[in-house]
């Protein structure tokens, strides 16, 4: 706990916003792709770096790439990398 206490307000409020999404700081698959993409990133994985609430969105950074996207929080599924 005295990791968090050297933190500041913001960052302790950004860093419980993360963790309040279902998806928020989680590794996830993408399952369908907007058409802008043409379904080439159906089954890659991503980490869910925010969620926009007022667009259903989530701002994802892709593994391998580090890509930044938005996506659909529908197209999205949690994938831990252990059962």
């Known amino acids: 706990l005295s990791f968090v206490g050297g933190l500041s307000k913001d960052d302790r ?11 928020g700081g989680r590794r996830c698959e993408i399952v369908s792709s907007p058409n802008t993409h043409g379904g080439s990133l159906v089954g ?7 969620y926009l609430e007022e667009s259903n969105q989530c701002k994802v950074t892709m ?3 580090n890509e930044v996207l938005l996506i659909g929080a529908d197209n999205i599924k949690r994938r831990d990398r252990t059962p």
């Not at 409020?13 to 998806?23: C, F, G």
């Not at 890659?44 to 925010?50: A, I």
């Open 63 to 65: 593994e391998f790439t």
């Open 13 to 23: 409020v950004e860093i419980a916003e993360l963790v309040s999404s279902e998806l």
């Open 44 to 50: 890659k994985t991503c980490v869910v770096e925010e």
